[in-house]
């Protein structure tokens, strides 16, 4: 069985580690008010300038039912997603932004079927970080910290493949200047 590793942005939603491909991720900002969208559902803030590109962002906090909070570690994510027109740029925001890790593709597990606060058709998967091994000062023995933390697999195109980012992104609805 030959293994396929990818390397994943983790990144915090509440106290659950989640993760999206890095290869999909554009940058990482701080946290700055967007400017507000008509008729949108509540997750999305609004939209950014972002070099030019108008660039929606979605607050994953509140599309998964989420406590929601604004501080110090709150980031968005920029990140491309597959569209039904094409490719787009989104930022999601996320409470703190954790580490790059490799995963084994083969190795994830399928979301359970019980009522989580996330629709598992968001959910590319589910797989454990490894535990921390560290060499003991004393022994020279390699000790284990406690079990890994699960980490949620995002799956990027099914979570904005509902029409909404055709929506938010078409031109005519976007504000031009200040609006």
Sequence with gaps: MS???KDFLTFRLGKEEFA???RRVQEIRGW???TPLPNVPKFVKGV???RGNVVPILDLREKFKLAVSYDATTVVIVVHVFT???ERVVGLVVDAVSDVQQFDMNGLQPAPDVGTTIDNQFILGLTTLAPIQTQSSQTNAEVSKPKGKMVILIDLDKLTSEGLIEQVT???DMPVGNG
Excluded: A, F, H, Y
Aim: net charge negative.
């Design 32 to 34: 700055e008010e967007p």
């Design 170 to 172: 078409t031109p005519q």
């Design 3 to 5: 293994e396929l590793k």
């Design 20 to 22: 999206v491909e890095i």
């Design 84 to 86: 039904s027109q094409g």
């Design 48 to 50: 950014v300038d972002l």
